[in-house]
T-cell receptor
């Protein structure tokens, strides 16, 4: 158990809908990262927050957005969903935002868009 | 830019065989290098890491050495067990890009008794 929690575990929805994925980092960790894992794209970095502020952006679509709240939990919002958005979405956390910091991963949310 | 190239899988080995999974990287700065393991139905777990050249990371019998001259971080284990069956990901983080991780495509390992 990494100490990172993600809810829900599974999500099934229809095209055009909007969903929210939630992540609680390990106690004491200030950074939260979101990743998308799909069969064709592999593991792709989406976005990082550090202590409530956006720190780095990766391959995140404009239909997707995220935020980190004062209690440090984070939410990833996916809107106007398409079939291709079906994937595993992982959240990870780390103590800081240095390149040497280990990232601890949650169990993931499996999103299925029908 | 930053990228990680990993040995294509899947890899199938007999128990007690020697394992090598190749990983090479391209980085603009001085990255840290990581190996993560993903067991079926689970998230990624850190296996080992190295933060500077010539460092050796080790854990659970696995080892990898950060080789700057060959830009490599190959994963090795002397004697694999059935319980090592999983997908292994090589990754780098570049301090110049806010600790963003770049992952390889993953290598699936199956160990048969």
């Amino acid at each position: 158990d990494s100490g990172v929690t993600q809810t829900p575990k599974h999500l099934i929805t229809a095209t055009g809908q909007r969903v929210t994925l939630r992540c609680s980092p390990r106690s004491g960790d200030l950074s939260v990262y979101w990743y998308q894992q799909s069969l064709d794209q592999g593991l792709q970095f989406l976005i990082q927050y550090y202590n409530g502020e956006e720190r780095a952006k990766g391959n995140i679509l404009e239909r997707f957005s995220a935020q980190q709240f004062p209690d440090l939990h984070s939410e990833l919002n996916l809107s106007s969903l398409e079939l291709g958005d079906s994937a595993l979405y992982f959240c990870a956390s780390s103590v800081g935002d240095r390149g040497t910091d280990t990232q601890y991963f949650g169990p993931g949310t499996r999103l299925t868009v029908l | 830019g930053n990228s990680v190239t990993q040995m294509e899988g899947p890899v199938t080995l007999s128990e007690e065989a020697f394992l090598t999974i190749n990983c090479t990287y391209t980085a603009t700065g001085y990255p840290s290098l990581f190996w993560y393991v993903q067991y079926p139905g689970e998230g990624l777990q850190l296996l080992l890491k190295a933060t500077k050249a010539d460092d050796k990371g080790s854990n659970k019998g696995f080892e990898a050495t950060y080789r700057k001259e060959t830009t490599s971080f190959h994963l090795e284990k002397g004697s694999v067990q059935v319980s090592d069956s999983a997908v292994y990901f090589c990754a780098l983080s570049d301090p110049g890009t806010g600790n963003q991780f770049y992952f390889g495509t993953g290598t699936s390992l199956t160990v048969i008794p």
